[in-house]
């Protein structure tokens, strides 16, 4: 699966990740300018991870500490970008992952996009991919130069079996070292749950966006007459007649659904961006999450 053509990635490179809920210890600066290493005024040090520039390390504190430090200069600031997938079993729909409006390879090409934009800009970024057969993770990675291996790790994601979001969440922000901006790319459709595990999230200093995917025949299912329906995860069945009037209980449970989603967003401070995967990834990225001030 290519993600991606090099005028997509040229593209891409014009803009930055911003975070706009700024937490003491997360961020340095308030992400003035898009180059490193400009200014010659000191602010600040932070602990040096694979793949930093070694110019910037200070040996100097190096040789007194024994200890690796970079050192943050006036115009800089230091934006640590996580990005998790579910890649639960029900994220693979439509049955056909070379199909666009498919959840997963959508997941997957914003994950790409939003990822490569954070290392064009050297941000620290870290990819996780959620699923049954074991958690995945690359990085944490800064600089351009790690994007083929970023796109490559995210080429080789499948779906399987069901993820436990508010369980994996809660593990994850009880793990990471450094919290940042962080966008979880989900349906939604964990049995247990997802707001405990956002909780524990923001806990620990992490600014959340929630891209909740949902395709087109789950918002307005193309279906009738009778059916037997089978969870792709649990294996469990149910026999229905879909009528009009089952049909619009659907729909009323959905917006019900979503409603609920959106308030607990609202009253969490969290971004809430709904997605049909009917609309091109590329006019979310450049217009609705712009709109949020999430890219600029």
């Not at 997360?26 to 930093?52: H, L, P, Q």
């Not at 941000?123 to 800064?142: A, E, I, K, M, Y």
């Not at 595990?197 to 995917?213: P, T």
């Amino acid at each position: 699966m290519n993600l991606f053509d090099e005028a997509t990635l040229r593209k891409l490179e014009q803009l930055q990740l911003v975070a706009n809920q700024v937490r003491v210890g997360v961020m340095k600066g308030d992400r003035r300018s898009r180059k490193r290493g400009t200014s010659i005024e000191f602010a600040d040090y932070r602990n040096y991870t694979k793949g930093d520039d070694l110019r910037r390390l200070d040996w100097n504190v190096y040789a007194r500490l024994e200890r690796p430090f970079i050192k943050l200069l006036e115009e800089e600031e230091d934006l640590s970008v996580h990005i998790i997938i579910d890649g639960s079993a029900s994220m693979n729909w439509p049955d056909e992952p070379e199909n666009d409006e498919n959840k997963l390879r959508y997941a997957l090409k914003l994950a790409g996009a939003l990822g490569h934009i954070g290392l064009s800009t050297n941000d620290l970024l870290t990819v996780t991919f959620l699923n049954s057969g074991g958690n995945r993770r690359w990085g944490p990675h800064r600089g351009a130069r790690n994007s083929l291996q970023l796109l490559q790790f995210l080429e080789t994601a499948s779906a399987s079996g069901p993820t436990d979001l508010n369980q994996s969440l809660h593990s994850y922000a009880l793990r990471a070292r450094r919290p940042g901006l962080l966008f979880l790319l989900t349906d939604l459709l964990s049995p247990n749950g997802y707001q405990d595990g956002i909780n524990a999230l923001q806990s620990r200093g992490y600014e959340v966006g929630l891209i909740h995917l949902l395709s087109p025949d789950e918002l307005d299912p193309p279906l009738g007459g009778d059916l037997k329906l089978v969870d792709i995860e649990t294996g469990h069945d149910a026999e229905i007649t879909l009528d009009d009037a089952t049909l619009d209980m659907y729909r009323q449970r959905l917006q019900s659904w979503m409603g609920e989603i959106g308030s607990y967003c609202s009253r969490r401070g969290v971004h809430h961006i709904p997605v049909n995967t009917h609309l091109n990834w590329e006019k979310l990225v450049m217009q609705t999450l712009r709109a949020q001030s999430l890219l600029r």
